[in-house]
């Protein structure tokens, strides 16, 4: 039976999904303002709720609790920037279910990477599990040929793979808060984008979806995740994260209409096999051990 504070973690943990699978049916939202001008004021509005809760947290030391990532620090924000850019191009150019799907195959990239950067074994269940995925990605793809949209589909492999990026650079120096440094990235996107929009005006009704998308999808999220983290096993946590495969395109059809095509469908199916397979079976092996393991 779970105690109260694990069933408290992973509640957290739920309720951060819950914000994060809410990014797609929020850009369908959004009326008349154009990619720049929403990551701009989607990036403020989460520098601002990271800012109020690491100067809780930190008060003056925020300076030094930034310079204590280090070059992991660098590396996270380099990569949250270009994953955030990546992320929300995507969403205009293609579905929201095909984003959603493609960046499930994130914790499989993060093995690769860990596996060639950091000299991770990659467990031979998630090799198989990876090429189901793989096939099922193959099946949406090749309907994009045909579509159009196979530019938002490469978008969102590029914010597959520097997200992947940014959580093997967290592995590094898995000792220090790294909330810091996403603050850090947030300023960055403010920045790239006040330079590249073409105006900062935005209608009320955007601005109320952009400080959705900033606080409560960006911002607050990670504020719950980094806590639930460390109290629950990595594979619980992993696996109670992959709700928001199902959760977006769900949200997304609800919301805004958005009826994922049948090799979308065809293709998530796999996708969504793999990962949550992988995610059950990762959480088996995590308990079996604990099992296992020696009293001291």
């Known amino acids: 039976m779970s105690s109260p504070h694990h069933r408290l973690a992973l509640l957290t943990l739920i309720t951060a999904t819950f914000f994060t699978s809410t990014a797609g049916v929020l850009m369908r939202w959004i009326e008349q303002a154009d990619g720049w001008t929403v990551l701009f004021w989607r990036a403020l509005f989460c520098s601002a709720t990271l800012l109020v809760w690491l100067a809780i947290r930190y008060g003056r030391g925020l300076p030094r609790a930034y310079l204590a990532t280090g070059w992991t620090g660098v590396m996270m924000t380099v990569?949250?920037?270009?994953?955030?850019?990546?992320?929300?191009?995507?969403l205009i150019e293609t579905t929201v279910a095909k984003v959603v799907l493609i960046n499930g195959m994130t914790p499989f990239v993060a093995?690769?990477?860990?596996?060639?950067?950091?000299?991770?074994?990659?467990a031979r269940s998630a090799v198989l599990f990876m090429l189901v995925a793989v096939a099922g990605i193959a099946v949406m793809v090749g309907h994009s040929l045909d579509s159009g949209r196979l530019a938002g589909d490469l978008l969102a492999f590029a914010c597959c793979l520097t997200t992947a990026a940014m959580y093997v650079a967290m592995r590094r120096r898995t000792q220090?808060?790294?909330?810091?440094?996403?603050?850090?990235?947030?300023?960055?996107?403010?920045?790239?984008?006040?330079?590249i929009a073409p105006g900062l005006a935005v209608t009320g009704h955007d601005l109320l979806v952009c400080a959705a998308l900033g606080c409560l999808q960006l911002g607050v999220q990670y504020i719950l995740v980094a806590w639930a983290a460390r109290q629950l096993p990595a594979a619980e946590t992993a696996l109670t994260a992959r709700m928001t495969i199902v959760l977006?395109?769900?949200?997304?059809?609800?919301?805004?209409?958005?009826?994922?095509?049948?090799?979308?469908?065809?293709?998530?199916?796999?996708?969504?096999?793999?990962?949550?397979?992988?995610?059950?079976?990762?959480?088996?092996?995590?308990?079996?051990?604990?099992k296992v393991a020696p009293v001291t």
């Open 79 to 90: 990569s949250f920037v270009l994953a955030t850019i990546t992320f929300i191009f995507a």
């Open 248 to 290: 977006g395109p769900l949200w997304a059809w609800l919301g805004a209409g958005e009826v994922p095509s049948n090799p979308t469908l065809w293709g998530g199916a796999l996708v969504v096999a793999a990962i949550l397979g992988n995610g059950l079976w990762s959480l088996h092996l995590s308990r079996a051990a604990a």
């Open 111 to 122: 093995a690769i990477l860990a596996w060639a950067t950091l000299g991770e074994r990659v």
């Open 176 to 195: 220090i808060d790294q909330v810091p440094a996403i603050l850090a990235a947030s300023l960055a996107v403010a920045l790239i984008a006040a330079l």
